[in-house]
């Protein structure tokens, strides 16, 4: 299995190659130099592997939500590649990678990702590790106010995502009882999108180049990300 993964859709930018079972990353810092860096991380990974674009199994990518920009970013690059070799694409959602992330840095479980969707309110989805260690959905994801989140069943929930740094205040009374605690602070990473993408794609989740389209979660865009 060869499968390269990016994100673009927050302050970092991330490309990871999963090849035969081995992870290697490439991942920066670098706000509003996403589309300049994103490309250049790709070849070296492949470069490095000793292998081509066209011979990837296929290409995976964080859909959103995020920053409209960032998410469009990303998009737009995978579309351009995937057509170029001719491979499948893998769309994988940022919260779930931010959940995987949060999983493999402190082994919980049940997972509450929360990002600053601006104008007041926040992307949110619940996650719990299956027995594969792989992030599932509990609930669909959604944008709301922090006072808006659904409360999940059952305790033991971990807060994880930069969404609650900004409304941490808003979120714990909402959780109540069922917050065991809030982790350090996550980020999407493209090596977290390839094991959820690699997943996917022995699935047979997989959707043409053309397909690849970002998930804002928000209908009406008034500022931008």
């Known amino acids: 299995m060869k499968l390269l993964a990016i994100d673009t859709s927050g ?3 991330s490309a990871a190659l999963l090849q035969d079972g081995t992870l290697t990353q490439r991942l920066e810092t670098a706000p509003r130099r996403h589309a300049e860096l994103i490309l250049p991380m790709m070849q070296q990974l492949v470069d490095e592997a000793g292998l081509r674009l066209a011979d990837l199994d296929a290409l995976a990518f964080a859909r959103g939500p995020g920053s409209f920009t960032g998410v469009r970013i990303a998009a737009s690059v995978i ?3 995937a057509f170029g070799v001719d491979q499948p694409v893998i769309p994988v959602s ?3 990678a931010i959940a995987q992330g949060a999983y493999r840095r402190s082994g919980q479980t049940r997972l509450l990702v929360a990002l600053d969707a601006r104008m007041d309110e926040v992307y949110w989805g ?3 590790i299956n027995e594969a260690g792989l992030a ?3 609930d669909s994801e959604r944008v709301c106010a922090p006072e808006a989140v659904p ?3 059952g305790d033991g929930w971990y807060g994880v995502g930069p969404g609650w740094t900004v409304y941490q205040s808003r979120l714990r009374p909402q959780i109540g009882a069922a917050l065991a605690g809030i982790l350090e602070e996550g980020v999407c990473e493209a090596r977290d999108l390839a094991v959820l ?3 996917e794609h022995r699935l047979g989740h997989e959707v043409a180049p053309e397909l690849a389209i970002p998930v804002y979660l928000r209908d009406q865009v008034t500022r931008k990300g």
Request: net charge negative.
């Open 136 to 138: 599932e959905a509990r």
């Open 151 to 153: 409360v999940p069943e």
């Open 94 to 96: 940022t919260l779930a």
């Open 197 to 199: 993408a690699e997943a």
């Open 11 to 13: 302050e970092t930018c």
């Open 126 to 128: 619940a996650f719990e």
């Open 79 to 81: 579309q351009g590649v």
